[in-house]
């Protein structure tokens, strides 16, 4: 006989249904609120059409499909015990449903995707075997899943959709060919007030602009006020605060700590310009940095600056130097490819291995639940300041998952600085990067300011546990690398040349060693955690105090 609705088996598949639609509303209103970086069709990337949209709309079809009860002969009693290969099948689909949603970027989505993965897949089962187990295991994990998301979205819905750094939305431009190459401000787009997407900022860090595009929340005027001394802070994400609420990036906390050192009648104003690279950086202060009348200017240096420098400066490139002034060059040839590409030849020599290590999967499904309100008070404390080492993703990965060798110009640690046989590209490096830098220097001076660059580390020059993960991870010969290599080189070419540089690093290794929480953000991101930024700021405010008139 068939079952009777009221059995309760029949309330279970019921139940087991509503709950499944009530979670995919709830979900769905996170995996369609989220706005990609390089949008291709309406606000979504085409990779996210394909990783996510059309994978959440097939899941959904699937479930709902699934939850229309079961035909008659494939009940429990009469129904056959399910095959060894269909349990099999069940849990390879499960294994590769998570590991997919576990690389989604956004974590509310990722978490999504990782409910609804099973709870399709033990719909199908009850379905397929006509029992009513594998529905109430479904039952859990929908009232998880509709627990979490429920509570988040009244936030979700009355605040706009967190940004991105670097996309549409907050960038003007990236890496433009052709002028205008740079806003007043720098990349950044101008009257910004956005929340965007941030690992330490549960809810999203404010990121504002003022009307030039500078990262300021005051609009900066043309002319300093009197007893104001300004600095204009150039650089790229490190120096204007990837993933860094407004008051908790570099610049900020750079002003904060100045002003701390100022005398009564005076005052610091810091203008915060996001330039991408020295070549960019040197053609935006000739072209608009100087004429805000800066008495001191503090270029930012990052891990990958001298990278860059090679990339866009050169007989063949965007730009070259004139009489030390930056021109766009009418030789650029634009098919030459990234870094990356051309010195994909320059790699350890030896294979590496991937990590077996569970703990970095472990962290990082935990991080992504500490963006729910319901876990963040639960998780929170045990992870926050956590040091835990993974590999640092750069652009070189097609090439190394090809053959397992590290290549040592890779845009994320560019291990190719700090290798002692040296050879490669590096010469080409430093030598661009110097003449920038010196470049930068000379127009300061005739705009009657003065230049200080400061030195960013990389997480691995200062955080013990990411260099020797980085050496397990990539089979490296510690002694093969010099992690103080290209500090001391540069060094070198800023004394040469007349340059002050102020060099973060051994401050950073010290507050590290006396407090080893970490100073970058999780998941081998080479760029500053708040705590990393605070530490910045205070070095970084010991250098220019003696500039700014400050002691």
């Known amino acids: 006989m068939p079952t009777e609705p009221s059995s309760p088996q029949a309330l279970i598949r019921r139940t087991h249904r509503l709950a499944g639609l009530l979670f995919l509303v709830l979900a769905g209103v996170f995996v369609f609120k989220y706005r990609s970086e390089g949008a291709a069709l309406g606000p979504y990337s085409t990779r996210y059409w394909l990783g996510v949209i059309a994978p959440y709309a097939a899941l959904a079809v699937a479930l709902v499909a699934a939850g229309r009860g079961v035909p008659r002969g494939r009940r429990r009693s009469s129904g056959p015990i399910p095959a060894p290969a269909l349990w099999t099948t069940a849990a390879a689909t499960l294994a590769a449903g998570w590991f997919w949603a576990f690389r989604i970027a956004d974590e509310l989505v990722s978490v999504g995707m990782m409910v609804l993965v099973p709870l399709v897949l033990l719909a199908l089962l009850g379905r397929l075997t006509g029992a009513v187990e594998p529905l109430l295991a479904g039952g859990v994990a929908a009232a998880a899943g509709i627990a979490l998301f429920a509570v988040e979205l009244p936030g979700a819905l009355s605040r706009p959709a967190l940004v991105v750094w670097g996309d549409d939305a907050t960038f ?164 030459v490819p990234s870094a990356w590409d051309r010195f994909s030849w320059f790699a350890y020599p030896r294979a590496g291995s991937p990590s077996s290590s569970l703990v970095e999967p472990a962290a990082v499904l935990a991080r992504k639940l500490l963006r729910f309100r319901l876990l963040h008070g639960l998780l929170a404390p045990a992870l926050d300041g956590r040091h835990r080492p993974a590999d640092m993703p750069g652009y070189a990965s097609a090439y190394e998952q090809a053959d397992g060798r590290k290549r040592l110009i890779d845009g994320a640690s560019n291990l190719g600085l700090f290798y002692r046989p040296g050879g490669g590209p590096v010469e080409a490096m430093h030598a661009a990067l110097l003449d920038l830098l010196d470049a930068m220097e000379e127009a300061a001076r005739r705009g009657g300011a003065r230049f200080l660059v400061v030195v960013h580390p990389q997480r691995y020059q200062v955080q013990t546990p990411d260099w020797e993960f980085l050496v397990r991870r990539w089979g490296l010969d510690p002694a093969e690398f010099d992690l103080r290599l290209y500090n001391r080189r540069l060094a070198e070419g800023c004394t040469q040349r007349g340059l002050d540089c102020c060099d973060l690093v051994e401050g950073f290794a010290t507050a590290w060693r006396r407090d080893p929480a970490s100073l970058y953000l999780p998941g081998g991101d080479t760029h500053f955690s ?22």
């Open 172 to 335: 003007a431009t990236l890496f433009p060919k052709e002028p205008p190459f740079l806003g007043e401000g720098g990349r950044l787009r101008p009257r910004l007030d956005v929340l965007m997407r941030a690992p330490e900022y549960r809810t999203g860090a404010r990121l504002a602009t003022d009307r030039h595009g500078f990262r300021n929340v005051q609009d900066v005027p043309a002319e300093p006020s009197a007893g104001e001394h300004r600095i204009l802070s150039l650089g790229d994400s490190f120096s204007t605060g990837y993933c860094a609420d407004q008051e908790e990036f570099f610049g900020s906390l750079l002003e904060k700590e100045i002003s701390s050192l100022l005398p009564p009648g005076r005052s610091v104003r810091v203008l915060n310009a996001e330039v991408s690279d020295p070549a960019y950086g040197l053609l935006y202060l000739q072209e608009h940095g100087l004429s805000f009348r800066p008495h001191l200017i503090v270029y930012g240096l990052s891990g990958n600056d001298a990278m860059q420098a090679e990339q866009f400066l050169g007989p063949d490139r965007l730009f070259h130097l004139r009489e030390g002034r930056l021109e766009p060059n009418p030789g650029f040839d634009p098919s």
């Open 530 to 551: 708040r705590l990393g930024h605070r530490t910045a700021a205070a070095l970084a405010a010991e250098c220019v105090g003696a500039r700014s008139g400050a002691r």
